[in-house]
C-alpha cells in the first residue's frame, strides 16, 4: 500500500471507530503534514482518494468534512463485542442501568430521583459563586479528608440531630458508593465474611463481590427490617467481620427501622463485637415530622461507619458524599489516597456554598412533600392497573415501592418483557443472593406521571395477566 | 446529671469536636427546642450554664457565640490516634504526602506540579458556561464510561498522533489514579504477579498491596529506562499477568523510552502474552519538539491498557482521567459503576467546553516552556548549592530531577531533617520496594523559585554536608 493510501486508510478507520462523526472537520491538510511528516502532495492525494471514494466532503475555502454515514459504513463499537459473554449477577445489575441510559425508556427501574426536583440553578449559582472566588491553591485543601468547611457542615447536620460526630472523623468521598466501599475494605480482609440483608441495595453484593468478601445473607421483613434473631444466629456460627445495613427508607424495601430495633441492633454488633457499615443514603427523604437518626446515635463504642451522600437529596452529577467513620477515618483516607486520590474540589465548594445559603432545608421541605405525594398518587395507579395477585407494599420514605408477583412468576421475565417495550423495572434478582424474591421487583416512583407513564403501568399489567394465565395453562399441561 | 446539665456536656462535646469553632453562631433556643424535644426554659437554662463557664458568649438580638479556645480546651483530631502504629510504606507516603499540604511546608516533595501553571480563569469560564447551559438531565449522559463529547475530544487527541482509537474504548475516570487502578483490577486476581519499574511511581506499589497482588521490581535505568533483559527473564521465570510501566517522563527518574525500546517492550509483552498498563500522565510535558508516543501506538493484539488525566498538564482539582482501555473496557467500566459509579459531570462538561475553545495547544506551549526553563535553572541553583557528592540526573521532559547521595547515606533521614526545617523531599524510598535507592530523592521544579526556596537548597546542602561528615566519623570509630 503507498503512503496516501496508508494515510487514508488510517482516517477510513478513525471514522469507523466514532473518532470522526459524519459532519465533523478533519484536520487541515496542514496539520496532517505536521503530525504525519509526510509531504503536502501525499496528503492531498489521501484526501483526494478519500473524495472519490465518498467518505469526505470537500468544502472550498474550508476544509474536508466526514460525509454522511451510509447504512453499510456502521462503527462497530467494542462495547458489543463482550455482549454474548457469560453473564453474571454484576454484569446483569449492570445491564439493567444502562438500559436505563436511554433517554426513550421508561426509567421505572432507576435508582436515582427524578433530576427535576434537585435545585439545578441554584446549585449553578453556587458552583459560578466559587469558581469566581477560588484560588488556584485551593486544590491542596481538598486532598483527603476533604474540604474541611464540607465536613463541617456535614457535622453540624449530625448536631442538628443531637449527634456529636468531629469533622475530624468525616472523609469526603465520591457519591456515598465510594464510601461504602473504602469502609468495607478498611474493615476487612479477603475472605472474610459480611453480614448483608436480604435484599439488600446491589452495590453491597457487587462491593463483596469485588473485594473477594463472603456474604451473609440475613432474612428481611418488607415493614419490620432485618431478623435480629437470624442475625444473631449468624453472629454466632461464623466470625462476621462487618455489617452492611440500611436502617432508613431501606433500598429496595423502604422500611425505616424503629429506635428501639436500631437500639437492639447496635446492642448485638457491640456483643459480638462487629463494626456496622450503615448505609443512610434516604434518611433526608423521610416522610414522617422528625428525620430518623441512624443507628450510629445509640454507638457508644465507635464501632459504626456511617456513610452518606448529596446524591439522592441535593444532586447526583456532582458526586459528594462521605463516611462519618470515627476511629477508621485515617484508614478509609489512605485507601481513597490509593484509589481515586480525592474528590474534585470545584463540587466540594460549590456544596459548601450551596450550604451556607440556608435555602437547604427549605428544598428539602419541598422534595420530600412532592416525593411523598408521587409515591401515594403512583401507588394508587399501580393499584388500578395490575392485576389483584400483585401484592404493593407500600412504606413511608423514600421514592421507592416493592411489589411482589405470585411466586411462581419470574421478576427479570417481565423485567425482560417490560423493556422490550420501552420499560425498566427493577428486579428482584439484583437485590438477593437468593432466588427467594425472583418473584419481586422494585418501581421508582420519583418520577413525575403523565400518560405515558399511566398507559406504561396498564402495559406492565396487561405483560403480567399474560404470565398468569400462561403459567396457569403450563400447569394444567 | 440534669437534662440541661446533659445538652450543655453535649454541646460542649461538639465544641471539643471541631462541629462548632470559635466565633461560630450555636443554634438558636428555638432550634435547639425542637431538635432536642426539651422545653424553652432548659434549653435555656443550658446556655446560661455556658455561659456562666465561659464556652459560649451571648450577644443580645443575635444569640449565643462560640467563645475563643482557650489552651487547655484544644480539640484531639482522631487522626492523632493512629500516628504511632506500625508504619508500612503506605502509611509513610501517606505521612510525607500529608506534610505538602501544609503551606507553610516548601513543596519540594510534592508529586504535584505548580497550580498557578494552570489555566485557572479560561477553566472557571468554561465551568461557568457549561453550568448555564446543562439541563439537569444530563448527569445521566454521564455515566460510565463518561461524556461522549469527552471521550470523543480525547480520541482525537490520540488520532493527532496517528492513533486510531475508539471513543467507545474509553472511560474517563477520577483521574489516572483510579484509571490506573481499575485498568489492574480488570486484568488480574489477588495473588497474581505484577511487573513494576524499580524504582516507580508509588501509587503502583500502592496499587498492587490494595488488590493483594504480587510485585516483580525490574531494575530501571534512570537514563535508559527499564532493562529488558532482566524483564525478559522475569517474564520466563514467573506467571506474570501485566506489567504496569511509565513509558514517557517517567516518574521519579524522568527519562522516555525511545521508540525503538517502545516497539521492542511491546514485542517482548506480546511475545509472552502479558498486558500492558501504561501510566502516561507526562506525556503533555515533553520537552522535545514532538509528544512522544506511548508504546501503545506499537501494540496490535489490543493488550495496552493506556491511562492518562488532566491533572498534570491542566488542572489537578477537577479529578478527571481516562484509560483508553480496548477490549478491556467494559470491564472496566462495569468496576467503575461499583466502586466510585462516575465522575462528576459538571467537571466533565467543563474539560469539553475548554477543550473546544481551541486554547489547550497554547496553554501546552506555555506550560512546557515554561516547566523547562525552570528545571534547567533549579538543576542549576542546587548544583551550587549541594555538595558535589550528591549526583543530579537531568532529564528532559517533566517537572522532576533525580538526586542521588553518596550510597552510604540515607534520604529518608535527610527528609526528616529538611522536613523539620519547612522543606518537604521525595526520598527513594516511596518509589521502590527494595533498599537499593534509599539514598536516592526526588525534587519537584515545577515551582517558582524566589529567595526562599534558594536558602531552602542552600539548608538541604548544609544538612547533607552534616550528614556526610557524621559518616565519615562514625567510619572512623
Redo the contacts between chains.
Sequence with gaps: MKKYQQLAQ?LI??IE?????PGDKL?SIR?LVT??EMSFVTVGHAYHLLESQGRVIARPQSGYYVAPKADNLK?H???Q??QDEAVDI??YI?EV?QA??D?SIIPFGSG?PD??L?P?QQL?RS??HT??TT?????????PPGNIDLR?AI??R?????M??????IVIT??A??AL?LSL?AVTE?GDWVIVENPCFY?AL??LE?L?LRALSIATDVDEGINLEALEQALIDYPVKACWLMTNCQNPLGFTLSPEKKRRLIALLTKYKVVLIEDDVYSELYAGRDKPLPAKAWDTEDMTLHCSSFSKCLV?????GWVAA??H???V???Q???????????QLAIVDYLATRSYEQHLRKLRRTLSSRKKSIGQILQRHLPREVSIHYNEGGYFLWLELPRNLDASELSKKTLAQGISIAPGKMFSTSDLLSHCFRINTSWEWGEKEETAAKTIGEIIRRMIIQSQLSGQV
Design positions: 488510517k478507520d478513525q471507530l466514532g473518532v470522526w462523526i484536520p496539520e503530525t504525519s462503527p463499537p467494542v462495547s463485542v463482550n454484576n454484569t449492570f442501568m436505563g441510559k433517554p436515582f433530576p427535576l434537585f439545578h449553578n458552583l459560578v469558581s469566581k484560588s488556584a491553591l485551593s486544590v491542596i485543601n481538598n486532598l463541617q457535622a453540624r449530625y448536631a442538628q440531630q443531637g456529636s460526630i468531629s469533622p475530624e472523623e465520591a457519591g458508593l465510594e466501599n475494605q479477603p452495590n457487587q462491593a469485588r473477594r447526583s452529577g456532582f458526586r459528594i470515627g476511629k477515618a485515617p484508614r483516607q489512605q485507601l489516597f490509593m484509589s481515586t486520590l480525592s474528590t474534585s474540589s470545584p463540587m
